[in-house]
């Protein structure tokens, strides 16, 4: 009588255990990750977290879940942060990498942790001040003055009495953006083939020219050319903007009657539509419409 009590309790107990396991294991991984969060071990919670979202996707311990991976989440961070910083200081940047990397890949689910790891990229760049330099003149050329400055002042402020700190800082005062103006036809008539005009560079157009005008004296005039369906600039120039120049382009009829305007400054944004208007070609009017381009910096 005796064995078979102990049979039927231990049959009980397995049950209960195999219940626990089997039909209450959402429950389970959410106490596991409370407990890893509670000793600092939040790559094990995460895990426990992901678990549980992937494989109980119906459980009323999602909303808990979810404020357990942001918790981790975010304290994982400024472990992570910890680490980053002292590899900084030991110059292991290839180490340092592999942090935000691992930041932008496991903990990209909270918005402030991309941010923060472009902030690191940035941080990590600049440790080593030749490396930071030429990074910033990456970003320039490729238009992102944004980032180049920020880099510079970086270098600037971390390596001040450097050779290349001293360099960023001369770049800094005289900081230029070159720009340039595109124009593009639309609705053009049959017969018209318009590609984009930039004015810094040979390209087509209907018959018009244009006056340019940098703080109200003329730069140059471009050419017409008639009596053709691709006719051709026949002469450009390169236009540097300053801060607070205004660069006028005064576009005309080949008649030279009817003339439209059309004003850039150094504080239009990049892909700005800057004005719109109507020339004449000798296949009817021709749509025009324009806007300034970020340039890379001008050295």
């Known amino acids: 009588m005796i064995k078979f009590l102990l049979f039927v309790l231990l049959l009980a107990g397995l049950s209960y255990g195999a219940y626990w396991y089997f039909f209450k294991a959402d429950q389970r991984l959410l106490d596991q ?21 992937s494989k109980h996707p119906q459980s009323d311990k999602l909303t808990r879940a979810e404020e357990l991976r942001q918790e981790a989440g975010k304290k994982l ?26 930041v932008r890949e496991k ?5 402030d942790n991309l941010r923060y790891a472009g902030d690191m990229d940035m941080k990590i760049a600049v440790a080593n001040a030749e490396t930071a330099f030429q990074e910033a003149e990456t970003r320039a050329n490729a238009g992102d003055h944004a980032a180049a400055k920020q880099l510079l002042m970086s270098i600037v402020e971390r390596h001040g009495q450097t050779e290349f700190g001293r360099r960023a800082a001369d770049w800094l005062k005289n900081y230029r953006i070159r720009y340039q103006l595109r124009i593009d036809g639309v609705n053009a008539p049959d017969g018209v083939k ?10 087509a157009a209907p018959d018009f020219y244009v006056v340019a005008e940098l703080n109200g004296a003329r ?21 540097v903007l300053h801060e607070a120049d205004v660069l006028t382009f005064k576009i005309y009829d080949d008649d030279g009657l009817r003339g439209n305007e059309l004003v850039a400054t150094t504080q239009s944004r990049p892909g700005d539509m800057n004005g719109k208007m109507t020339v004449s070609s000798k296949y009817g009017p021709v749509e025009l419409m324009a806007r300034l381009e970020n340039g890379p910096a001008v050295r």
């Open 33 to 53: 990750a409370r407990e890893a969060v509670s000793k600092g071990d939040y790559t094990s919670a995460l895990n426990d977290i992901e678990q549980l979202v």
């Open 77 to 102: 961070r400024d472990q992570i942060n910890i680490q980053i910083d002292k590899l900084i200081a030991q110059d292991k940047v290839d180490s340092a990498k592999v942090l935000v990397k691992t």
């Open 107 to 111: 903990l990209g689910y909270l918005a």
């Open 194 to 203: 318009f590609d984009p005009v930039i004015i810094n560079s040979r390209a």
């Open 219 to 239: 730069l140059f005039m471009t050419d017409i050319v008639k009596d053709s369906a691709v006719p051709r600039w026949t002469r450009g120039q390169e236009v």
